[in-house]
């Protein structure tokens, strides 16, 4: 018997991996000054970087602050600075997170 070939599905992997990326991000709309974005962040809190463990659960504006930031990454961080949202806006980001994901209250 010889031994089998793995085919390629270009088509079907490329939905397969569309999927595992949607599971490891969540996208969300927030209002910033009044217009409404989309961001995408990372859905599960234990993938973000292991400083955030210290601001997870807090509810002090800048331990919110700084979790929102790690959250974010630059390339999302970037697009909320570009629409100057004063802090209760950027506070709510980490509410519109947690709502998204169910990491609410947990």
Do not use: H, N
Not at 23 to 34: L, M, R, S
Not at 51 to 58: E, N, P, V
Not at 74 to 94: G, N, R, Y
């Amino acid at each position: 018997m010889a031994p089998s070939k793995k085919t390629t599905r270009p088509g079907v992997d490329a939905a397969l991996a569309a999927e595992a990326a949607e599971e490891k991000y969540v996208t969300f709309p927030v209002t910033i000054g009044g217009q409404e974005i989309d961001v995408t962040v990372v859905r599960d809190p234990m993938k973000l970087p292991r400083r955030a463990t210290r601001f997870l659960g807090r509810k002090d504006p800048e331990a919110v602050s700084i979790l929102t930031e790690m959250m974010l990454g630059a390339e999302q961080l970037a697009k909320v600075d570009e629409l100057d949202p004063t802090v209760e806006e950027f506070m709510e980001i980490t509410t519109a997170w947690a709502e998204a994901t169910g990491v609410q209250g947990k």
